[in-house]
């Protein structure tokens, strides 16, 4: 099995800079099978938006409109952890930002709204006053 440990997240002003950890724990095989790696966020009363996806393999990555050219997502295989760098950060950033991971499976563009995903971690939250 894989546990998914988010960090990073915190208050900042709105066009300022956050970046989000995801650390991936567990059986050396079970998180060299993960192929795709996503950040999804939830804010309150409003229903869960995928932010942005990576293919494990270097093959790829997806972002929702709303964030692209802000957010930036990467790997360091040698940690086992995906990064979401934010930058230009708006006050409808506000969310609790979740990672999720699966395995065996290549990331699409739509995984962005429904994809399945087998691995989540408990989120870290993200506040970006105006």
């Known amino acids: 099995q894989v546990s998914l440990v988010e960090s990073g997240g915190g208050s900042v002003q709105a066009g300022g800079s956050l970046r989000l950890s995801c650390a991936a724990f567990?059986?050396?095989?079970?998180?060299?099978?993960?192929?795709?790696v996503g950040w999804f966020r939830q804010a309150p009363g409003k229903e869960r938006e995928g932010v942005a996806l990576?293919?494990?393999?270097?093959?790829?990555?997806y972002y929702a409109d709303s964030v692209k050219g802000r957010f930036t997502i990467s790997q360091d295989n040698a940690k086992n952890t995906v990064y979401l760098q934010m930058n230009s950060l708006k006050s409808e950033d506000t969310a609790m930002y979740y990672c999720a991971a699966r395995r065996g499976v290549d990331c699409s563009g739509g995984d962005l709204g429904r994809g399945a995903f087998g691995y989540w971690g408990q989120g870290t939250q993200v506040t970006v006053s105006s």
């Open positions: 990576i293919n494990i393999s270097g093959s790829g990555t």
């Open positions: 567990g059986h050396t095989y079970s998180i060299y099978s993960i192929k795709c």
